[in-house]
């Protein structure tokens, strides 16, 4: 079957870098998304990665390993506004995205 | 950049009534738009698939009598919740996307539906 896993809630402090990992197993792959979504609204993009490596994005990175299925978000100098939840999404060999839970992350000054 | 927006944005209705949600590209032609639907605390959930002109697709367990979904331009898409139940409340998120892989989604802001 399909599967995204990521940590439920992780905390961090205000001006530190956090680390947000997610592995996924699809048929076929044509991509991994991350999105951030505040509490009552809708997810927002972050990043797209296909192939293996980190994209770097200002204070947010994107990591994939492909042979791994494995990827992570990486956000530096942390501010209270990222307090969200944070949606890995794996697209498959039909294009469709396959979402994980979301991981709450939480900023404590 | 791509804007979709949702209407309403919030729709309190009583039990047994039907509910029409609206999802709009603005600025683009959407090939595609998708429909989720988000319980508190819970990742998105897709619920159907809709291209333009032709019937949507809808994903297992969603009934397609109770959840109608029209895509009749390249801009809109409508999700009617009919007859609704308190167990229909949740998160209503449409997206539309150009279909191109290396493209994400575009996420409207979502409409929070309560039936009483």
């Known amino acids: 079957g399909q599967n995204i896993d990521q940590p439920t809630e992780m905390t961090a402090t205000e001006g530190a870098i956090v680390q947000i990992n997610c592995t996924y197993q699809?048929?076929?792959?044509?991509?991994l998304f991350w999105y951030q979504q505040h509490a009552g609204e809708a997810p927002t993009f972050l990043s797209y990665?296909?192939l293996d490596g980190l994209e770097e994005k200002g204070r947010f990175s994107s990591f994939l390993s492909r042979s791994k299925g494995y990827s992570y978000l990486l956000l530096k100098e942390l501010q209270m506004k990222d307090s969200a939840s944070y949606l890995c999404?794996?697209?498959?060999?039909?294009?469709?995205?396959?979402w994980g839970a979301g991981t709450k992350l939480i900023i404590k000054p | 950049g791509a804007v979709v927006s949702q209407h309403p944005s919030w729709v309190i209705c009583k039990s047994g009534t039907s509910v029409k949600i609206e999802c709009r590209s603005l600025?683009?032609?959407?090939?595609?738009m998708f429909w989720y639907r988000q319980f508190p605390k819970q990742s998105l959930m897709l619920m159907a698939t809709?291209?333009?002109?032709?019937?949507?697709?809808?994903e297992q367990g969603v009934e397609k009598d109770k959840f109608l979904i029209n895509h009749a331009s390249l801009t809109l898409s409508t999700l009617t919740v009919t007859s609704a139940h308190p167990e229909d409340s949740s998160f209503y998120i449409c997206?539309?996307?150009?279909?191109?892989?290396?493209?994400?989604?575009?996420f409207g802001p979502g409409t929070r539906l309560l039936v009483l």
């Open positions: 600025d683009f032609q959407a090939t595609t």
């Open positions: 990665n296909v």
């Open positions: 997206s539309a996307g150009t279909g191109t892989v290396m493209e994400t989604q575009y």
């Open positions: 699809t048929s076929g792959f044509n991509g």
């Open positions: 809709s291209n333009e002109g032709s019937k949507a697709t809808y």
């Open positions: 999404a794996a697209m498959d060999s039909n294009y469709q995205l396959i």
